[in-house]
């Protein structure tokens, strides 16, 4: 069992930068590839960056790529999601996921998420 909180959101005009963070407890965590998610109202839950445990593979949405980077620090049994160049249209709550394995883009593959933090980016 794996629980995942999120922190580091909150409000920034645009063209700002936002780090999020994902901590995980429970059972060990350094096998897990870890994703981050979006949904913003009346949207679907999308991908945004996944990683695979080791850190050596990544993958990001082609609507963030270039502006995030997410990382992890398995000492710390923690990933991070940097945001820069934010617009208004990156907006939403964003949550992590865990999964084993290798990380996948498709959110329905996560057996672990987190309660969500909210990201508010204004013009």
């Known amino acids: 069992q794996v629980q995942l909180v999120e922190s580091g959101g909150g409000l920034v005009q645009a063209g700002g930068s936002l780090r999020l963070s994902c901590a995980a407890s429970?059972?060990?965590?350094?096998?897990?590839?870890m994703g981050w998610f979006r949904q913003a109202p009346g949207k679907e839950r999308e991908i945004v960056a996944a990683?695979?445990?080791?850190?050596?593979?990544?993958y990001y949405a082609d609507s963030v790529k270039g502006r995030f980077t997410i990382s992890r620090d398995n000492a710390k049994n923690t990933v991070y999601l940097q945001m820069n160049s934010l617009n208004p249209e990156d907006t939403a709550v964003y949550y992590c996921?865990?999964?084993?394995?290798?990380?996948?883009?498709?959110?329905?593959?996560?057996?672990?998420w987190g309660q969500g933090t909210q990201v508010t980016v204004s013009s």
């Open positions: 429970g059972r060990t965590f350094n096998h897990y590839a």
């Open positions: 996921a865990a999964r084993g394995g290798s990380y996948d883009i498709d959110a329905d593959k996560y057996n672990y």
């Open positions: 990683i695979t445990w080791s850190g050596r593979s990544t």
